[in-house]
T-cell receptor
Framework: SQKIEQNSEALNIQEGKTATLTCNYT??????LQWYRQDPGRGPVFLLLIRENEKEKRKERLKVTFDTTLKQSLFHITASQPADSATYLCALDETSGTYKYIFGTGTRLKVLA | DVKVTQSSRYLVKRTGEKVFLECVQDMDHENMFWYRQDPGLGLRLIYFSYDVKMKEKGDIPEGYSVSREKKERFSLILESASTNQTSMYLCASSLRTALNYGYTFGSGTRLTVV
């Protein structure tokens, strides 16, 4: 069956450290993978998109990798801050190259001051 | 900035009522989506539309219908609300290919059916 897995347990890290979140998928062949941030009671906010032929993408303190062999994406926040505390969702296009994305359940990150 | 506006943040409805959830976007996006989000289940797609008057079922369309008479507006209808439809409902829009800009979500409507 098709699955997108994100660590359901909350991730707690100290301020200033690098947070690394994982997104694994099974029985999909996405052309694109996205990451979103969601704050409690709000809608997700788009952060980054990475294409299947890109190994790595960066935006300010954020870095995303995409390994189609391992079927995994890693999301890094460097020099983390308490304001980075939120739930982070990964999403991939359900059928390669379409506009319809399937979302993971998200990982809650808490950055401790 | 693209704005996706959902008509209500909180709604309480009675079992059996017909419920309308409205969503409006202001950036001429072709695609619009309705998701529901429940703890432990994540975002699940109910319906989506890639053009005016076009709609396609998502993963959990039962008990729901949609309407897209104008490009900017996508309505979700609960024909006869039931308690298992208590959830957070999220509307989203995107350009046709949803590439560089991803989806833009509304703030959500928390619906409680009693």
């Amino acid at each position: 069956s098709q699955k997108i897995e994100q660590n359901s347990e909350a991730l707690n890290i100290q301020e200033g450290k690098t947070a690394t979140l994982t997104c694994n998928y099974t029985n999909y062949s996405p052309a694109y993978l996205q990451w979103y941030r969601q704050d409690p009671g709000r809608g997700p906010v788009f952060l980054l998109l990475i294409r299947e032929n890109e190994k790595e993408k960066r935006k300010e303190r954020l870095k995303v990798t995409f390994d189609t062999t391992l079927k995994q994406s890693l999301f890094h926040i460097t020099a983390s801050q308490p304001a980075d505390s939120a739930t982070y969702l990964c999403a991939l296009d359900e059928t390669s190259g379409t506009y319809k994305y399937i979302f993971g359940t998200g990982t809650r990150l808490k950055v401790l001051a | 900035d693209v704005k996706v506006t959902q008509s209500s943040r909180y709604l309480v409805k009675r079992t059996g009522e017909k419920v309308f959830l409205e969503c409006v976007q202001d950036m001429d996006h072709e695609n619009m989506f309705w998701y529901r989000q429940d703890p432990g289940l994540g975002l699940r797609l109910i319906y989506f539309s890639y053009d005016v008057k076009m709609k396609e079922k998502g993963d959990i369309p039962e008990g729901y219908s949609v309407s897209r008479e104008k490009k900017e507006r996508f309505s979700l209808i609960l024909e006869s609300a039931s308690t298992n439809q208590t959830s957070m409902y999220l509307c989203a829009s995107s350009l046709r290919t949803a590439l560089n800009y991803g989806y833009t979500f509304g703030s959500g409507t928390r619906l409680t059916v009693v």
